[in-house]
C-alpha cells in the first residue's frame, strides 16, 4: 500500500541554520505531494505541494522538488528562523479509491534557537 | 471566508460516555475529511463523507465510532462507551471535490479529545 517515510526528529537548529527533512514514499501511479506544517496546539497547514514528478513545490522560503526517481520529496530551508519551530509532516495524495486521501507521515519536530 | 470550523476544541469524558465532534466545512466545500492523532504520531485517515453519504470508512473503527454528514449542519463524529485509547486529536479536512487537480485540503484547528 501507500505510504510516507520521514526522518525522525527532533531537529535541532540554531537560527539562520540550514533545515533538510527527509521524505521518501512508496506509492502506485503517481500521487500529489505535500507539507504540512502544524504548530503548537494548533492544525495543520499546507505549507507546499507538488503534483507531478520534477515540480517544485515552495512557500515562505520553504522548498521541495517531486523526485520521482528516487521517490523523494526532502523539505529544504537556507536560513531557518525560531518561528519555524513546529512540526512538519510530509504526505501524500492516494487516489486509488477513485478520490483523493491524504496519507501522512509520522511528523518532523524542529526547533530552533536564538 | 471562514476556514473548517471544529467544535468543541478540548473534549473531556470518562470512560463508557459518548464524545461528539463536530465539523464545519468551509463555505461551498462537500468532502469530508476524518483524521486522528495519537500523541507524537502522524494524522491516520478515518472516514471520508460526501452530503449525505460515507464514501470511505476504512480507518474507522468498526465498533463505537459513527460519522455523518447531513445535507444540513455540520459533520458529526461520534464516538460512543469512550475508552482510554480513544485519547487523541480529531482533524476534520474539507475539500471542494474529492479528486481531480485541485485536490487541496484545508483543516481545521481540531478537536482534543481526552478521555479519563
Known amino acids: 500500500g501507500n505510504s510516507v517515510t520521514q526522518m525522525e526528529g527532533p531537529v535541532t537548529l540554531s537560527e539562520e541554520a540550514f533545515l533538510t527533512i527527509n521524505c521518501t514514499y512508496t506509492a502506485t501511479g503517481y500521487p500529489s505531494l505535500f507539507w504540512y506544517v502544524q504548530y503548537p496546539g494548533e492544525g495543520l ?6 503534483t507531478k514528478a520534477d515540480d517544485k513545490g515552495s512557500n515562505k522560503g520553504f522548498e521541495a522538488t517531486y523526485r ?7 523539505l529544504e530551508k537556507g536560513s531557518v528562523q525560531v518561528s519555524d519551530s513546529a512540526v512538519y509532516f510530509c504526505a501524500l495524495s492516494d487516489t486509488s479509491g477513485g478520490y483523493n486521501k491524504l496519507i501522512f507521515g509520522a511528523g518532523t519536530r524542529l526547533a530552533v534557537h536564538p | 471566508n471562514a476556514g473548517v470550523m471544529q467544535n468543541p476544541r478540548h473534549l473531556v469524558r470518562r470512560r463508557g460516555q459518548e464524545a461528539r465532534l463536530r465539523c464545519s466545512p468551509m463555505k461551498g466545500h462537500s468532502h469530508v475529511y476524518w483524521y486522528r492523532q495519537l500523541p507524537e504520531e502522524g494524522l491516520k485517515f478515518m472516514v471520508y463523507l460526501q452530503k449525505e453519504n460515507i464514501i470511505d ?7 463505537r465510532f459513527s460519522a455523518e454528514f447531513p445535507k444540513e449542519g455540520p459533520s458529526i463524529l461520534r464516538i460512543q462507551q469512550v475508552v482510554r485509547g480513544d485519547s487523541a486529536a480529531y482533524f476534520c479536512a474539507s475539500s471542494p471535490r474529492g479528486s481531480g487537480s485541485y485536490n487541496e485540503q484545508f483543516f481545521g484547528p481540531g478537536t482534543r479529545l481526552t478521555v479519563l
Open chain 1, 45 to 50: 497547514q499546507l505549507l507546499l505541494k507538488a
Open chain 1, 68 to 74: 520521482k526517481e528516487t521517490t523523494s520529496f526532502h
Open chain 2, 57 to 63: 470508512e476504512s480507518g474507522m473503527p468498526k465498533e
